[in-house]
Antibody
Framework: EVQLVESGGGLVQPGRSLKLSCAASGFTFSNYGMAWVRQAPTKGLEWVATISYDGSSTYYRDSVKGRFTISRDNAKSTLYLQMDSLRSEDTATYYC??????????WGQGVMVTVSS | EIVLTQSPTTMAASPGEKVTLTCRASSSVSYMHWYQQKSGASPKLWIYDTSNRASGVPNRFSGSGSGTSYSLTISSMETEDAATYYCQQWSSNPYTFGAGTKLELK
Protein backbone atom coordinates (compact mmCIF):
# COMPACT_ATOMS: atom_id res chain seq x y z
CA GLU A 1 0.00 0.00 0.00
CA VAL A 2 1.39 3.39 -1.00
CA GLN A 3 1.81 5.71 1.97
CA LEU A 4 3.03 9.29 2.11
CA VAL A 5 3.38 10.83 5.56
CA GLU A 6 4.24 14.51 5.90
CA SER A 7 5.76 16.12 8.96
CA GLY A 8 7.48 19.32 10.04
CA GLY A 9 4.64 21.82 9.85
CA GLY A 10 3.75 24.39 12.46
CA LEU A 11 3.50 28.05 13.32
CA VAL A 12 6.38 30.23 12.12
CA GLN A 13 6.99 33.97 11.99
CA PRO A 14 7.23 35.82 8.68
CA GLY A 15 10.75 35.76 7.28
CA ARG A 16 11.68 32.57 9.13
CA SER A 17 12.31 29.07 7.78
CA LEU A 18 10.69 25.66 8.03
CA LYS A 19 11.54 22.28 6.54
CA LEU A 20 8.86 19.75 5.63
CA SER A 21 9.48 16.04 5.22
CA CYS A 22 7.48 13.33 3.50
CA ALA A 23 8.23 9.70 4.32
CA ALA A 24 7.24 7.35 1.51
CA SER A 25 6.54 3.63 1.70
CA GLY A 26 4.81 0.90 -0.25
CA PHE A 27 6.54 1.62 -3.56
CA THR A 28 10.02 2.06 -5.02
CA PHE A 29 10.54 5.71 -4.16
CA SER A 30 13.57 6.14 -6.43
CA ASN A 31 11.47 5.30 -9.51
CA TYR A 32 9.07 8.23 -9.20
CA GLY A 33 9.04 11.96 -9.50
CA MET A 34 7.48 13.70 -6.52
CA ALA A 35 5.77 16.99 -5.83
CA TRP A 36 4.48 19.36 -3.20
CA VAL A 37 1.00 20.83 -3.61
CA ARG A 38 -0.54 23.27 -1.16
CA GLN A 39 -4.00 24.43 -0.21
CA ALA A 40 -4.62 27.68 1.62
CA PRO A 41 -7.49 27.60 4.13
CA THR A 42 -10.83 27.33 2.32
CA LYS A 43 -9.05 27.68 -1.04
CA GLY A 44 -8.20 25.41 -3.96
CA LEU A 45 -5.13 23.38 -4.81
CA GLU A 46 -1.87 25.01 -5.93
CA TRP A 47 1.18 23.20 -7.27
CA VAL A 48 4.37 24.29 -5.49
CA ALA A 49 7.33 22.25 -6.73
CA THR A 50 8.32 19.06 -8.51
CA ILE A 51 11.45 16.93 -8.45
CA SER A 52 12.52 14.18 -10.83
CA TYR A 53 13.03 10.57 -9.71
CA ASP A 54 16.77 11.07 -9.24
CA GLY A 55 16.70 14.64 -7.99
CA SER A 56 18.48 16.00 -11.04
CA SER A 57 15.60 18.23 -12.14
CA THR A 58 13.47 20.56 -10.07
CA TYR A 59 10.69 22.98 -10.94
CA TYR A 60 8.96 25.65 -8.88
CA ARG A 61 6.02 27.96 -9.16
CA ASP A 62 7.13 31.55 -9.64
CA SER A 63 5.96 32.75 -6.24
CA VAL A 64 8.30 30.38 -4.36
CA LYS A 65 11.34 30.43 -6.67
CA GLY A 66 14.44 31.43 -4.76
CA ARG A 67 12.72 30.84 -1.40
CA PHE A 68 11.74 27.14 -1.45
CA THR A 69 13.95 24.16 -2.24
CA ILE A 70 12.62 20.69 -3.02
CA SER A 71 14.98 17.77 -2.49
CA ARG A 72 14.93 14.04 -1.88
CA ASP A 73 16.94 11.27 -0.23
CA ASN A 74 16.25 8.07 -2.14
CA ALA A 75 18.15 5.98 0.41
CA LYS A 76 15.69 7.14 3.06
CA SER A 77 12.63 7.26 0.75
CA THR A 78 12.03 10.79 1.92
CA LEU A 79 11.02 14.00 0.15
CA TYR A 80 11.78 17.43 1.58
CA LEU A 81 10.68 21.01 1.15
CA GLN A 82 12.93 23.68 2.64
CA MET A 83 10.96 26.89 2.95
CA ASP A 84 12.87 30.10 3.62
CA SER A 85 11.75 33.73 3.87
CA LEU A 86 8.22 32.60 4.62
CA ARG A 87 5.34 34.97 3.97
CA SER A 88 1.79 35.07 5.27
CA GLU A 89 0.58 33.97 1.83
CA ASP A 90 2.49 30.70 2.26
CA THR A 91 0.03 29.69 4.99
CA ALA A 92 -1.54 26.45 3.78
CA THR A 93 -1.80 22.72 4.16
CA TYR A 94 1.11 21.21 2.25
CA TYR A 95 0.61 17.86 0.55
CA CYS A 96 3.29 15.53 -0.68
CA UNK A 97 2.21 13.74 -3.87
CA UNK A 98 3.60 11.06 -6.11
CA UNK A 99 3.97 12.32 -9.62
CA UNK A 100 2.88 10.20 -12.57
CA UNK A 101 4.27 12.63 -15.14
CA UNK A 102 1.05 14.44 -16.04
CA UNK A 103 -0.83 13.99 -12.76
CA UNK A 104 -0.51 13.04 -9.10
CA UNK A 105 -1.70 9.56 -8.23
CA UNK A 106 -1.14 9.38 -4.46
CA TRP A 107 -1.30 12.12 -1.85
CA GLY A 108 -0.28 12.34 1.77
CA GLN A 109 -2.58 13.47 4.54
CA GLY A 110 -1.07 16.96 4.53
CA VAL A 111 0.74 19.13 7.05
CA MET A 112 -0.33 22.60 8.12
CA VAL A 113 2.02 25.56 7.87
CA THR A 114 0.94 28.84 9.45
CA VAL A 115 3.01 31.97 8.88
CA SER A 116 2.06 34.63 11.38
CA SER A 117 3.63 36.95 13.90
CA GLU B 1 0.20 29.75 -17.56
CA ILE B 2 -2.91 27.80 -18.53
CA VAL B 3 -5.92 28.87 -16.48
CA LEU B 4 -8.61 26.30 -15.77
CA THR B 5 -12.17 27.54 -15.17
CA GLN B 6 -14.60 25.15 -13.54
CA SER B 7 -18.35 25.46 -13.61
CA PRO B 8 -20.53 25.55 -11.76
CA THR B 9 -18.76 26.70 -8.60
CA THR B 10 -21.33 24.94 -6.45
CA MET B 11 -24.23 22.69 -7.25
CA ALA B 12 -26.64 20.35 -5.52
CA ALA B 13 -27.96 17.11 -6.96
CA SER B 14 -30.57 14.60 -5.82
CA PRO B 15 -29.81 10.89 -5.51
CA GLY B 16 -30.17 9.29 -8.92
CA GLU B 17 -29.70 12.56 -10.81
CA LYS B 18 -27.19 12.88 -13.64
CA VAL B 19 -24.43 15.41 -12.92
CA THR B 20 -22.00 17.09 -15.30
CA LEU B 21 -19.09 19.21 -14.14
CA THR B 22 -17.18 21.32 -16.65
CA CYS B 23 -13.59 22.49 -16.89
CA ARG B 24 -12.46 24.93 -19.55
CA ALA B 25 -8.80 25.68 -20.30
CA SER B 26 -7.47 29.03 -21.46
CA SER B 27 -5.38 27.20 -24.09
CA SER B 28 -5.64 23.76 -25.60
CA VAL B 29 -4.41 20.92 -23.39
CA SER B 30 -3.77 17.30 -24.31
CA TYR B 31 -5.24 15.70 -21.20
CA MET B 32 -7.32 16.63 -18.19
CA HIS B 33 -7.24 15.01 -14.79
CA TRP B 34 -9.75 15.17 -11.96
CA TYR B 35 -9.47 14.84 -8.18
CA GLN B 36 -12.09 14.32 -5.52
CA GLN B 37 -11.64 15.97 -2.14
CA LYS B 38 -13.96 15.48 0.80
CA SER B 39 -14.03 17.90 3.69
CA GLY B 40 -10.98 17.54 5.95
CA ALA B 41 -9.36 14.93 3.72
CA SER B 42 -6.59 14.97 1.14
CA PRO B 43 -7.38 14.94 -2.58
CA LYS B 44 -7.72 11.63 -4.40
CA LEU B 45 -6.97 11.03 -8.05
CA TRP B 46 -10.36 10.34 -9.64
CA ILE B 47 -10.04 10.54 -13.41
CA TYR B 48 -6.72 10.61 -15.27
CA ASP B 49 -5.79 11.23 -18.89
CA THR B 50 -9.25 12.67 -19.55
CA SER B 51 -11.29 9.47 -19.39
CA ASN B 52 -9.61 6.81 -17.25
CA ARG B 53 -11.06 6.05 -13.83
CA ALA B 54 -8.53 5.71 -11.04
CA SER B 55 -8.45 2.51 -9.03
CA GLY B 56 -11.61 2.02 -6.99
CA VAL B 57 -13.63 4.78 -8.67
CA PRO B 58 -17.19 3.62 -9.42
CA ASN B 59 -18.13 3.24 -13.05
CA ARG B 60 -20.93 5.78 -12.70
CA PHE B 61 -18.11 8.34 -13.10
CA SER B 62 -16.82 9.17 -16.56
CA GLY B 63 -14.61 11.82 -18.10
CA SER B 64 -14.51 13.25 -21.59
CA GLY B 65 -13.39 16.22 -23.62
CA SER B 66 -10.62 17.60 -25.78
CA GLY B 67 -8.83 20.83 -26.57
CA THR B 68 -10.13 23.46 -24.18
CA SER B 69 -13.32 21.81 -22.92
CA TYR B 70 -13.54 18.84 -20.56
CA SER B 71 -16.18 17.34 -18.34
CA LEU B 72 -16.70 14.87 -15.53
CA THR B 73 -20.07 13.13 -15.47
CA ILE B 74 -21.82 11.14 -12.78
CA SER B 75 -24.52 9.02 -14.37
CA SER B 76 -26.53 8.67 -11.18
CA MET B 77 -25.70 10.74 -8.11
CA GLU B 78 -25.10 8.87 -4.87
CA THR B 79 -24.74 10.19 -1.32
CA GLU B 80 -21.04 9.39 -1.19
CA ASP B 81 -20.34 11.52 -4.28
CA ALA B 82 -20.83 14.78 -2.38
CA ALA B 83 -17.39 16.40 -2.46
CA THR B 84 -15.31 19.05 -4.21
CA TYR B 85 -13.93 18.10 -7.60
CA TYR B 86 -10.84 19.75 -9.08
CA CYS B 87 -9.57 19.54 -12.63
CA GLN B 88 -5.82 19.73 -13.36
CA GLN B 89 -3.61 19.97 -16.43
CA TRP B 90 0.02 19.56 -17.31
CA SER B 91 0.42 20.20 -20.99
CA SER B 92 2.83 22.95 -20.15
CA ASN B 93 4.48 24.14 -16.96
CA PRO B 94 3.28 25.00 -14.42
CA TYR B 95 0.82 22.38 -13.32
CA THR B 96 -2.47 24.19 -12.77
CA PHE B 97 -5.71 23.33 -11.03
CA GLY B 98 -9.19 24.67 -11.43
CA ALA B 99 -10.83 26.39 -8.47
CA GLY B 100 -13.07 23.41 -7.88
CA THR B 101 -16.76 22.52 -8.06
CA LYS B 102 -18.44 21.76 -4.77
CA LEU B 103 -21.07 19.10 -5.31
CA GLU B 104 -23.67 18.81 -2.56
CA LEU B 105 -26.49 16.40 -1.95
CA LYS B 106 -29.96 17.85 -2.41
Amino acid sequence: EVQLVESGGGLVQPGRSLKLSCAASGFTFSNYGMAWVRQAPTKGLEWVATISYDGSSTYYRDSVKGRFTISRDNAKSTLYLQMDSLRSEDTATYYCARRKLRYFDYWGQGVMVTVSS
Amino acid sequence: EIVLTQSPTTMAASPGEKVTLTCRASSSVSYMHWYQQKSGASPKLWIYDTSNRASGVPNRFSGSGSGTSYSLTISSMETEDAATYYCQQWSSNPYTFGAGTKLELK
